[in-house]
């Protein structure tokens, strides 16, 4: 039985990943700052992963065999869980938008993308998470990196799915580019599926995660709507609709044993859940 501590684990696909680790007899542990309560079955640490002397008051002289990283977005949080936490592997969940400034016309490798050597002083979201990859790459302990697709379905907090759902079912028009370019999505479910294998699997290093059959925004609104209406604009476009070829290559994940499904599995049912909430 394995000692797992997840960071964060309290909404959407995290909450799931929680749940199938206690299902599977790990002993988990979730920490976080206490808003929302952890499942039942698992053991719960307060604290802000921010406050360093408070993330070691709060862990003790706990060690863990995994630890899960879900709410990893700056190098600045990356080293002070390097410091604070003892573990004998390191998995975080990292995103897609770390290959934000790639440009190719084929699905993305994970070798693609080039470390961070630095600490930019101001960064997005994507160069938050690759530079938080980079720190704990350069640390001692194995480290895992999963590099989720766009995820949809479940309880989905980002409400990027329900602005298609929303404007095309009331007749209005869905803003793009003038050529969106296909990108990779997984359904909540799946992606928590991954991440549970992830931490339970051997294997380091950087991994993309996502599901077969690529969309792009036309195939978003064309699985929502028969006659859906589009306007393209020049910025501020929908989520979803890129300017850029911004496909993962999966074939890793495949090579190391999980099998992804389709989209065309389960797109419509999650488009469906939408319109049932």
């Not at 997840?6 to 206690?22: A, Q």
Request: proline share 4%; charged share 25%; hydrophobic share 40%.
């Amino acid at each position: 039985m394995k000692k797992v501590l997840v960071l964060g684990g309290s909404r959407y696909f995290g909450r799931g990943v929680v749940e199938r680790l206690r299902d599977a007899g790990m002993d988990v542990t979730v920490l976080n700052r206490g808003s929302t309560p952890a499942p039942s079955g698992v053991a719960h640490l307060i604290a802000d992963r921010d406050d360093e002397a408070g993330l070691k008051a709060a862990l003790g002289s706990r060690s863990f065999d995994v630890v899960l990283d879900q709410v990893c977005y700056t190098p600045v949080q990356a080293e002070i869980a390097r410091r604070v936490l003892r573990a004998d592997r390191y998995v975080m969940t990292s995103t897609i938008e770390v290959y934000d400034q790639i440009r190719a016309e084929t699905p993305m490798a994970e070798s693609l993308l080039t470390p961070a050597t630095a600490e930019l002083p101001e960064y997005d979201y994507g160069e938050g998470k690759r530079q938080a990859e980079a720190v704990f790459a350069r640390g001692d302990t194995p480290f895992v990196s999963v590099r989720v697709a766009h995820v949809l379905g479940g309880e989905d907090f980002t409400g990027r799915l329900r602005h298609y759902v929303e404007r095309l079912d009331a007749g209005d028009a869905v803003d793009i580019h003038a050529d969106p370019r296909p990108s990779t999505f997984i359904h909540a479910r799946e992606i928590a599926d991954f991440l549970t294998w992830a931490t339970l699997a051997d294997f380091t290093g950087p991994v993309n995660a996502g599901s077969h059959g690529e969309l792009s925004a036309l195939d978003l609104a064309a699985a929502i709507s028969a006659e859906p209406r589009f306007r393209v604009v020049d910025r501020d476009a929908s989520p979803f609709s890129f300017d850029r070829y911004a496909v993962l290559d999966t074939s890793r994940a495949t090579g190391l044993g999980f099998s992804f499904s389709t989209t065309a599995d389960w797109l419509g049912e999650a488009v469906e859940e939408l319109r049932k909430a």
